[in-house]
């Protein structure tokens, strides 16, 4: 039910910035979140920042990383700033649909897209 398309990983050195975009090609269902979620290895996956009825960042981005979401575009990008050594990792873009019929809620994920953060 959901395509989605994951662009701006890379490698930075630290205190730079990198901006991370996801777009969601969505028929049928309502996008009821967007958001990130990284992996590093050895590490689970963890929230960076989402989007619903309200916006959650991790204690550990806060002041650092701004999300931002486009409900009629179904798109949502993440500015990375002040990037440090320990926000190295595998960037997850997900998308949760709810159903039109239903109140199921149906959790999508991005191929992922690397982020580097070395000087």
């Given at each position: 039910q959901v395509h989605i398309v994951e662009s701006g990983g890379g490698l930075v050195q630290p205190g730079g910035s990198l901006r991370l975009s996801c777009s969601a090609d969505v028929t049928i269902f309502r996008v009821?979140?967007?958001?990130?979620?990284?992996?590093a290895p050895g590490k689970q996956r963890e929230l960076v920042a989402d989007v619903s009825h309200t916006t959650r960042y991790a204690d550990s981005v806060k002041g650092r990383f701004t999300i931002s979401r486009d409900n009629a575009k179904n798109t949502?990008?993440?500015?990375?700033?002040?990037?440090?050594?320990?926000?190295?990792?595998?960037?997850?873009?997900?998308?949760?649909l709810s159903s039109p019929y239903t109140e199921d809620e149906y959790t999508y994920w991005g191929q992922g897209t690397q982020v580097t953060v070395s000087s």
């Open positions: 009821s979140a967007m958001g990130w979620y990284r992996q949502v990008d993440l500015q990375m700033n002040s990037l440090r050594p320990e926000d190295t990792a595998v960037y997850y873009c997900n998308v949760v």
